[in-house]
């Protein structure tokens, strides 16, 4: 009996050290409790002084506008000093009050009318920075996701909302710092998409990009992040920042340029096949596979997916003595913080296995395979 009494009394003064630490680190709050405890002090005192009830003694320091002003003529000095003090004590609970009231509406009015203090959602896509891109890279978002009902969330250091869409949470702040990061909830996000900042120089925006990678991955290993970067001889540093995938916008541009020359309607093909519209897209297939193609030859799947429709592009597979003998025909793209690597229309005769992942266009996503 008395254990348990020491144990209720034991959390009773955690909570109350609770209480005291949250109003202490939050001055507002802090200055409103003191202005209660004082108007309390100032009406006890008129009352005991008054010989009257605490409910008048209550209306004798309220304003004007919300109660009957007492009178502070009052012969007795301690209740006349209690009313003005009190007067004080009330009317600044109120501007306090009302100033916070309209520091929270201005704000909601710059973020476009849209305020999200904490995300909830899991398994989505978080947007870090900010650039002309950014909303046809939102609406592809929004296309992809229309069945599998994940959110999408931008984090950028912007003071008004980048676009007018419902359907997309907008938080203000810098996506290097970990609370904003915590606060658009990458710690449960499946992928993360770090936008380049085209107004600053290459060298500054690939540094910005780097700075976001690592907060990023540092708080969450496993989420997927995606970079922009302006100069692909950051890329090394990136990697080090174990960045999952690198978009080098001078290599992408300059490659699809060159080949578009010599090969005509090569950047018609790429568009199409890098965007939701009609048409193809690129789908990652990560299923369990029936067995119509496991231990079946790479080009064998391939016939097999053409009769459906399906062009098979490229598989990810696990690193091993296998794949290693590929290496003499094959470029292995190394997948990072995995044994697995992406192998794109092996010459090599490759058999697909149960656990490979494999790289389609088609139509519309493949529900089985």
Same mark, same amino acid.
């Given at each position: 009996?008395?254990?348990?009494?020491?144990?209720?009394?034991?959390?009773?003064? /955690?909570?109350?050290?609770?209480?005291? =630490? =949250?109003?202490?680190?939050?001055?507002?709050?802090?200055?409103?409790?003191?202005?209660?405890?004082?108007?309390?002090?100032?009406?006890?005192?008129?009352?005991?002084?008054?010989?009257?009830?605490?409910?008048?003694?209550?209306?004798?320091?309220?304003?004007?506008?919300?109660?009957?002003?007492?009178?502070?003529?009052?012969?007795?000095?301690?209740?006349?000093?209690?009313?003005?003090?009190?007067?004080?004590?009330?009317?600044?609970?109120?501007?306090?009050?009302?100033?916070?009231?309209?520091?929270?509406?201005?704000?909601?009015? $710059? $973020?476009?009318?849209?305020?999200? #203090?904490?995300?909830?959602?899991?398994?989505?896509?978080?947007?870090?920075?900010?650039?002309?891109?950014?909303?046809?890279?939102?609406? %592809?978002?929004?296309?992809?996701?229309?069945?599998?009902? =994940?959110?999408?969330?931008?984090?950028?250091?912007?003071?008004?909302?980048?676009?007018?869409?419902?359907?997309?949470?907008?938080? #203000?702040?810098?996506?290097?710092?970990?609370?904003?990061?915590?606060?658009?909830?990458?710690?449960?996000?499946? @992928?993360?998409?770090?936008?380049?900042?085209?107004?600053?120089?290459?060298?500054?925006?690939?540094? &910005?990009?780097?700075?976001?990678?690592?907060?990023?991955?540092?708080?969450?290993?496993?989420?997927?992040?995606?970079?922009?970067?302006?100069?692909?001889?950051?890329?090394?540093?990136? =990697?080090?920042?174990?960045?999952?995938?690198?978009?080098?916008?001078?290599?992408?541009?300059?490659?699809?340029?060159?080949?578009?020359?010599?090969?005509?309607?090569? @950047?018609?093909?790429?568009?199409?096949?890098?965007?939701?519209?009609?048409?193809?897209?690129?789908?990652?297939?990560?299923?369990?596979?029936?067995? %119509?193609?496991?231990? #079946?030859?790479?080009?064998?799947?391939?016939?097999?997916?053409?009769? &459906?429709?399906?062009?098979?592009?490229?598989?990810?597979?696990? /690193?091993?003595?296998?794949?290693?003998?590929?290496?003499?025909?094959?470029?292995?793209? #190394?997948?990072?913080?995995?044994?697995?690597?992406?192998?794109?229309?092996?010459?090599?005769? /490759?058999?697909?296995?149960?656990?490979?992942?494999?790289?389609?266009?088609?139509?519309?996503?493949?529900?089985?395979?």
């Amino acid at each position: 009996m008395v254990a348990r009494i020491n144990t209720i009394a034991s959390r009773c003064r /955690y909570l109350m050290w609770l209480s005291w =630490r =949250r109003i202490i680190l939050r001055p507002a709050l802090s200055i409103l409790l003191l202005l209660v405890i004082i108007f309390i002090i100032a009406s006890l005192i008129i009352m005991v002084n008054d010989h009257i009830g605490y409910g008048e003694s209550v209306l004798k320091v309220f304003p004007s506008f919300l109660g009957e002003l007492g009178e502070i003529g009052d012969p007795n000095v301690p209740v006349q000093i209690s009313i003005v003090v009190g007067l004080l004590a009330s009317i600044s609970f109120i501007v306090i009050i009302t100033a916070k009231i309209t520091s929270v509406l201005i704000e909601f009015m $710059r $973020r476009g009318g849209s305020m999200a #203090k904490k995300v909830n959602f899991s398994g989505h896509t978080i947007i870090c920075g900010w650039n002309f891109q950014g909303e046809r890279i939102v609406e %592809d978002l929004l296309e992809a996701n229309t069945k599998k009902h =994940r959110g999408v969330v931008i984090l950028t250091d912007s003071e008004e909302r980048p676009l007018k869409e419902e359907r997309v949470e907008f938080i #203000k702040g810098d996506p290097t710092n970990d609370e904003e990061l915590i606060k658009a909830g990458v710690k449960r996000a499946e @992928s993360v998409i770090i936008l380049t900042d085209f107004t600053m120089d290459a060298s500054a925006a690939d540094a &910005q990009a780097i700075m976001i990678a690592l907060a990023v991955e540092d708080l969450n290993r496993e989420v997927h992040t995606c970079v922009q970067i302006m100069n692909s001889a950051n890329s090394s540093h990136l =990697r080090h920042a174990h960045a999952d995938e690198i978009i080098c916008l001078d290599q992408m541009g300059g490659s699809l340029a060159v080949f578009s020359a010599l090969h005509h309607g090569v @950047s018609m093909i790429v568009s199409e096949l890098l965007t939701f519209n009609k048409g193809s897209e690129i789908y990652r297939y990560d299923h369990p596979l029936s067995d %119509d193609f496991v231990d #079946k030859e790479y080009a064998e799947v391939a016939k097999m997916l053409a009769d &459906q429709r399906m062009v098979l592009l490229a598989v990810e597979t696990d /690193y091993n003595e296998e794949t290693k003998k590929m290496e003499s025909m094959d470029a292995l793209h #190394k997948v990072p913080e995995k044994d697995r690597v992406i192998v794109i229309n092996p010459q090599s005769r /490759y058999m697909i296995h149960q656990g490979d992942a494999l790289f389609i266009a088609a139509e519309s996503e493949p529900a089985r395979l």
